[in-house]
């Protein structure tokens, strides 16, 4: 059996039901803690679900954050020092990283039991443990005028990643890695490959590879 | 062991390495067939990767499209006429899914296997058996300066799901819908839940629930 919901009665429906509905329709989105630093040399760490391939050459990653009507301090953190990391995390921590969402006063890295890591002088922290660990630089802001969403671009600087899970083509075993990924606000998960597949073409079927 | 490249190691590894690589670090990613029709009445289905949360009242999602440097079929169709539909890949079409992103002469729907499905007066085609459909009409485009890669916003207008998918608060069971999630270029995954969490306070361990 298929449901059916019209705009109007998503729009007219209770507004947890709305937010836990709109939040799945994108799928399964990556997790990644951010790791900034404030002027004032405080560390923080936060969850965040929605990031995105930009480009290979230059590496570029971009993250996109709700809009900046309230405090927050990722987001100025990155604006203000220009620096941020990004860390996937692994089903050994994901309670963790949740559990950075609160509402902590100080560093989460004081309160959560999660561990920073600085590398390569690089300002902001790494996490320790962290399967795939990203050093990244601010290139690029913009905001939505729809709803003053704002997205951000980066350059990705450094790579750490745990070799067992770096392929020779360059590609990453993300099985291995234990890489967890999310849906909705507050459902967490590991995949399970179904297949690589060869490149599409239209004179043959497409085969495992 | 842990393998860490600089940007200047990424820059001057070999391009097919390079793009495996800076395509995987995003995590995974969920995975969207988008049907779309040209202004002369010609279907079309491709698979997006980089799909995302806006908002939720009103309900919106975003697409990034690679560079519009070279004829991309569907950011011209929904840039004239205004309508898209996405649909979400289950492993009894993930190849199918796949094979849509050859160079076909013509509708991918004529060559593929997969069926295209018109509801209510809806101009744009959906895909007959995926498990999650949303009607989407364009809201907004914008142009990234660092590469231009363009960001498309969608009002959500109708949702069609099977029910057994959705709980009662308005979650979808992504585990029972069988969405795929994809990594890196050509890597399909099905996943498999670890918990939900419950909101994150400071004053308490977060929990399953």
Known sequence: MIKHFTKDE???SD???????INCLSGYKSLNLI?????????????????????????????????HTVKRDTLE????????????????????AHWTSARWEGSEFLHTGLEELYLDDFSAPYVKGSPLQLGCQL???????????VFVIGSIEHIYVEEKG????????????????????????????????????????????
Chains 1, 2 share one sequence.
């Not at 507004?15 to 509905?21: E, V």
């Not at 953190?77 to 963790?96: A, D, H, R």
């Not at 967890?180 to 459902?187: A, I, Q």
Request: no cysteine; charged share 20%.
């Open 10 to 12: 998503i729009l007219e």
């Open 15 to 21: 507004s947890f039901f709305r937010r836990n509905l």
């Open 35 to 67: 790791g900034t630093k404030s002027p004032e040399g405080i560390s923080n760490l936060a969850p965040f679900s929605q990031v995105f391939h930009i480009g290979a050459s230059p590496p570029l990653v971009g993250i996109l954050f709700r809009p």
């Open 77 to 96: 953190n990155i604006l203000e020092t220009g620096y941020f990391t990004m860390n996937q995390v692994s089903p050994s921590f994901y309670k963790e």
């Open 139 to 149: 290139v690029e802001t913009q905001t939505l005028k729809v709803n003053q969403t």
């Open 166 to 209: 770096l392929r020779t083509d360059g590609s990453l075993d993300l099985n291995v890695l234990e890489s967890v990924t999310v849906s909705g606000l507050d459902e967490y998960h590991v995949a399970k490959k179904l297949a690589r597949l060869s490149y599409a073409k239209p004179d043959r079927e497409v085969e495992e590879i």
